[in-house]
């Protein structure tokens, strides 16, 4: 019994410094944070050296050389000799949506929803936020023309994922162009119908067709509408969720994020755009963007790429790392994204590879995975720069944010510290103490006459009984 005591009490003690990872620590007698004695790259008005911030109930309240707390019981951390940014955004993500994104059975659907599948308790989420990542746009696969509709979460780990949502981020939906929609690498089974298109052409109708389609819809609800005033007995039209979101992406309320790569293909998604009324928001992975920038800014599309990742397969054979600066020097805006739960811990890295590939400077090279994410996903009145008002979804780096030796230390979101470098430290110890612990309180109960040589090994499971299996089998 009190070995059982023993074991139980490590378990609360365990769990009580692991829930304190990712927790802010802040006094509860105080709203605010001062971090003082820092390098801030703000990504919107330059650097600030020495400079400090104040975060109260979760804004930026004030950020400065000379900013103090007003509250006397503010928590205060120096970060004196280290660098403070913004949150990092990652503006295509597949993250915390459980490996459910291609909805593969059709070509168009935009009725299926990531945020109804969100995982708050997927290990990458805390492993993203040890890198300072804060938001991320968690798209559908590329399997369809055209897919599902996206989430912009913040990785608020801990808190009820409802919370997570940014409330008012422009809804979204994931576009596809070339081999994945087109199922190039797909084999059907035997007696299995391929699924349509399967060519480039075919995408593009399947759009078409999906755009004409919303807006036969749309001029069915705009007739009942008119007819309701002075018709009781109007029947309103069959309600389509499909259509409803293709709708809404015609009147300008749901956000266009289309994966592409050729340059044909994306002349033919802009010109498709501006024959049936609906815009591009950004192009993801784009990796022949630089052969059409001047188009693409015309259009007016953000272009979200990767910083030096290609000839994976066909399409993205004629890629360059200069892409992201020439697209930039051409007016577009551009950022760097993970596609990847690994890729989204180290954005910080991937960013100065627009600097070495073309000479971009340092402060555009922060935006593209911070301001210039936020302008993307239409959040950028909330985040994305160090500006007063702004969220504090901030984060705190040991040496400059581009050197290959710097660690994110913390992670704040909304001014809540939601990784903690220190506490994860602290934790990984208490884990090892723990294990120890139960496995020396396993190992002590020994048997009668059982020698101490013949103890059981604790990571082996005991055989089954038949009495067992059955239970099982049940």
Not at 245 to 262: D, F, M, S
Not at 449 to 454: A, E, L, P, R, S
Request: charge should be neutral.
């Amino acid at each position: 019994m009190k070995k059982m005591k023993a074991i139980t009490s490590i378990a609360v003690t365990l769990a009580l410094s692991v829930s304190a990872l990712g927790q802010s620590g802040q006094s509860a007698a105080s709203s605010e944070t001062l971090i003082k004695n820092a390098t801030i790259l703000t990504a919107s008005h330059g650097t600030i050296k020495n400079g400090s911030i104040l975060i109260r109930n979760g804004k930026i309240a004030a950020v400065g050389v000379d900013v103090k707390a007003t509250d006397p019981n503010a928590r205060v951390i120096d970060a004196t000799g280290k660098y403070v940014t913004p949150g990092i955004i990652d503006c295509h993500s597949h993250t915390a949506s459980t490996g459910s994104i291609n909805e593969g059975s059709m070509s168009v659907t935009a009725m299926v929803r990531i945020q109804d599948i969100v995982e708050p308790e997927h290990p990458n989420i805390y492993r993203q936020l040890a890198g300072g990542l804060t938001t991320v746009n968690v798209l559908h696969g590329s399997a369809n023309a055209i897919g599902g509709q996206n989430a912009v979460l913040k990785l608020k780990r801990g808190k009820p994922v409802n919370e997570w949502f940014v409330a008012d981020a422009p809804p979204g939906i994931k576009f596809a162009l070339g081999e994945n929609p087109k199922r190039s690498n797909f084999q059907p089974q035997p007696g299995q119908q391929r699924r349509y298109p399967a060519t480039r052409m075919g995408v593009e109708e399947v759009i078409r067709e999906a755009f004409i389609q919303a807006k036969e819809y749309m001029a069915e609800w705009q007739e009942y509408e008119k007819k309701k005033g002075t018709d009781s007995k109007a029947i309103p039209p069959r309600r389509d969720l499909k259509l409803d979101a293709l709708a809404e992406i015609l009147q300008g309320k749901r956000l266009i994020h289309a994966h592409c790569y050729r340059s044909d293909e994306i002349l033919m998604l802009l010109t498709l755009g501006d024959e049936l009324g609906f815009k591009i928001k950004t192009l993801q992975h784009v990796l022949e963007g630089y052969k059409v920038a001047k188009e693409i800014a015309a259009h007016k599309a953000g272009a979200s790429t990767f910083a030096d990742s290609w000839s994976y397969k066909m399409e993205a054979f004629d890629a360059i790392p200069y892409n992201m600066a020439v697209m930039a020097s051409r007016g577009v805006v551009v950022t760097i994204n993970s596609d990847s739960d690994e890729r989204a811990r180290r954005l910080y890295l991937e960013a100065p590879k627009a600097m070495k590939y073309g000479g971009v400077s340092e402060e555009e090279a922060l935006k593209m995975i911070t301001l210039n994410a936020a302008i993307q996903l239409g959040i950028d009145h909330r985040t994305g720069s160090i500006d007063v008002g702004k969220d504090a979804d901030l984060v705190i780096f040991s040496q400059h944010p581009f050197s290959v030796y710097t660690v994110p230390e913390m992670t704040f979101i909304e001014g809540e510290v939601y990784f903690d470098r220190k506490a994860d430290l602290e934790g990984r110890e208490a884990l090892k103490r723990e294990k120890e612990a139960l496995i020396k309180a396993e190992r002590g109960q020994t048997g009668p006459g059982q020698k101490k040589d013949d103890r059981p090994d604790p990571n082996l499971r005991p055989k089954e009984s038949p009495k067992d299996q059955e239970d099982i089998n049940r």
